[in-house]
């Protein structure tokens, strides 16, 4: 690839900056050398230098650095190039660079899939200037933490979203509640007031929208005041809630008619119940629950990860408090968890008209939850015994008889196992082999409909006799002449 510098980016430049926008293209030259990207792929990066910073994006297709000195910028825009921009932060070493001066605080470098990779010949940058948290506050660059405090208890009371119920105040809320963090902080505060918002956002330590939740930061700056009153109710990301109980699962063994018709079962079931000991708490006795230090209470912790291309962070579930936020003593009762198993017996009744795999629902009567959670359901899972004579096709019973020859011919009644008990059938003269007679209303109810039924089919196969006695081959011969005899005349 080739260095190419737009001639228009010079024009953003102080007349003595040539030298360095020369190392500039360089070192972005370099650097993608060192960390390749898919063709058609731009990138940004954005450098301090004293009170002013430089904006620069190259690529792969037409590699070339753009670059602007202006009042920090953290933000930027690409008007020409329509780029779908993430972020990424990560910290430039000062020996790394041949375009630091001094110490290079940090690299907030901005990648993405570039829409129009033709057109960046004359691309502009708009850039926006970052928020300023000590106006968010309304307090000068020289207050105290005293004075920060105060500010920030005085505008959280006003925005607190329990209080004010105007549109936009929770959003007003956070970014008071996100000001006050980064202000309170000394090292985060010190960053700030050196690089900007983004000299945060370098160092890892977050940006706007990054922060703790801020209404778990006005409860921790309020604990022990007595609260704020007028009915505000915590709203942080305390792991201590109340948590539902799991459902249960119980596998009910019915046999055929039991199935078709229904019944009312008593059953053993074996589910967690809260515990006697300790009421459910899970703490020894004579103890209570504390907010676990790992998290605060959060019931999640953040692993960060630094690597060439910057801190990542992954939120984890606390281990020391299992993703609770609280922390005791456990109850020799129950290990702690609140609950023991205990057995229980139920009436249940089945409807007419399950079959296997259908599921019964008793809702709370399955394990109990946690800290006053609700308890969880118990499903009844249906399993049929098949019967070894009727089988059932939904909602239809199959029925397979078989009749001879001559019943056949001459038709006959038949003696008919239903799920109703023995019926008698008619079979018509002149039945055809595999042909299916219909029992109307003798099958299965339509399940939550028991006054509808399907029918009882019934397949009907006529024997052929492999042997005939002397007698009954001569009157099947005289038949048959009979026959032909009937067939010729007809012919006639």
Avoid at 178 to 202: C, Q, T
Wanted: hydrophobic letters at 30%; glycine letters at 10%.
């Amino acid at each position: 690839e080739e260095a190419f510098i737009c001639r228009e980016s010079f024009s953003y430049l102080p007349h003595n900056s040539l030298s360095l926008s020369l190392s500039l293209s360089l070192s972005l030259l370099l650097f993608s050398r060192r960390h390749p990207f898919d063709n058609g792929e731009c990138s940004m990066a954005l450098i301090q230098f004293g009170s002013s910073s430089c904006v620069a994006q190259w690529g792969i297709r037409r590699p070339q650095v753009a670059v602007k000195a202006s009042f920090y910028p953290t933000r930027l825009e690409s008007h020409q190039d329509n780029c779908c921009i993430s972020q990424i932060n990560c910290l430039g070493a000062s020996q790394s660079s041949m375009f630091s001066h001094g110490s290079l605080p940090f690299l907030s470098l901005v990648t993405g899939q570039s829409r129009n990779t033709h057109s960046r010949r004359g691309a502009r940058f708009t850039v926006r200037a970052d928020t300023d948290f000590y106006s968010v506050l309304g307090v000068s660059k020289t207050a105290t933490k005293a004075e920060i405090k105060s500010a920030y208890r005085k505008l959280a009371r006003s925005y607190h979203p329990d209080v004010n119920k105007d549109a936009g105040a929770e959003e007003k809320f956070k970014e008071i509640s996100n000001a006050y963090e980064i202000l309170s902080d000394d090292e985060k505060r010190s960053l700030y007031d050196r690089y900007g918002e983004a000299g945060v956002k370098g160092a890892g330590m977050g940006g706007m929208g990054d922060y703790s939740n801020p209404f778990d930061l006005f409860e921790s700056l309020f604990e022990g005041m007595g609260g704020m009153g007028g009915g505000m109710g915590s709203r942080g990301g305390s792991r201590s809630r109340a948590i539902d109980g799991e459902d249960e699962y119980y596998s009910l063994i019915l046999d055929f008619k039991e199935a078709v018709f229904g019944i009312e079962k008593e059953i053993e079931i074996s589910r967690l119940e809260s515990c006697g000991t300790c009421n459910g708490s899970g703490a020894k006795a004579g103890t209570k629950p504390t907010k676990c230090k790992t998290c605060g209470g959060q019931g999640q912790v953040v692993a960060s990860t630094r690597t060439p291309l910057g801190v990542f962070q992954q939120v984890m579930t606390c281990s020391p408090c299992n993703g609770t936020g609280e922390v005791s003593k456990p109850c020799g009762a129950c290990s702690g968890d609140g609950r023991v198993r205990r057995t229980k017996r139920i009436s249940l009744k089945v409807p007419a008209g399950v079959d296997s795999g259908s599921r019964l629902r008793v809702r709370g009567e399955g394990n109990a939850g946690k800290r006053g959670g609700s308890s969880g359901d118990l499903f009844a899972v249906i399993e049929v015994i098949p019967d070894p004579i009727l089988k059932r096709d939904d909602t239809n019973i199959l029925y397979t008889c078989k009749i001879s020859y001559v019943d056949a011919i001459l038709g006959t009644t038949l003696k008919v196992p239903t799920v109703d008990g023995t019926v008698d059938l008619k079979v018509p003269a002149g039945t055809q082999p595999s042909t299916t007679l219909v029992m109307a209303k003798k099958g299965v109810p339509v399940l939550n409909k028991s006054k509808m039924r399907g029918d009882q089919l019934v397949r009907v196969q006529v024997e052929i006799p492999k042997r005939l006695s002397k007698e009954e081959k001569k009157l099947v011969e005289e038949l048959a002449d009979m026959s032909k005899n009937k067939v010729a005349n007809s012919r006639r």
